[in-house]
């Protein structure tokens, strides 16, 4: 949340990139097309954005006949590739839940599916590592897809809700402290500023670049004068 704001603030979007967030987007379509063949389905691309005022998402495959969605991974190496769908996610695996439960909401889905996809990866971004860990023609399509289910559930909805409006609340802080403190960043800079003296002007022996054998005859006039 904390991030979200600093975005906000500083009116900038932190974005990241990696080889694997490469080849899950030029991948995609091969990920897509694997799903298709394996389910025997012909899904394509949702582009829709949906929102309810507490969640919004672009889910990535929707099947309306069967009321059912998917949210595609495309695996980086057949090293990363969970084989069991009590694998899927890892430490992530949490995340991968709400982001399906936001799903089902926006969509009004009775489940929704994270599915891990084993296609080949670009030879551009494959690098130093083996080969063998990235092309897969050879291995059967049923055994390069991996499917985790996950059923609606009313309570949990509820709950992401409530989130949503503490995680607003915070935010809200966060922003106010952030206007706080530039406001006293402000205060500090001005009362520095008011703190400024222009020095008087200094006599001419003393003045910086003063030539001494000019300023002492001057002088010496004036003690013969007087």
Known sequence: IRDIAAQHILGVEFETSSREMEKGIE???????????????ALAKNTERRSDGYLTGECDLYDPAGREGYDLKTAWSAATFPILADDIGGSQRALYEWQ??????????????????????????IGYEPPSLH??????????????TIDRDAAKEAAMREKVKQARDYYAEVVAEF??????????????????????RPAAAHRVGARPETVAPRLREREAAA
């Open 135 to 148: 092309f897969f023609d050879h291995i059967p399509e049923h055994m390069r897809l991996t499917v985790w």
């Open 27 to 41: 991948c995609e379509p091969d990920s897509i097309g694997l799903l298709n063949r394996v389910r025997g389905l």
């Open 100 to 125: 399906c439960r936001a799903y089902m909401a926006l969509w009004d889905a009775p489940r929704w599916s994270v599915a891990y996809a084993l296609v080949n990866t670009p030879e551009r971004l």
């Open 179 to 200: 206007m706080r403190q530039d406001a006293q960043r402000i205060g500090v800079e001005e009362t520095h500023r008011d703190k400024i003296h222009v020095r008087p």
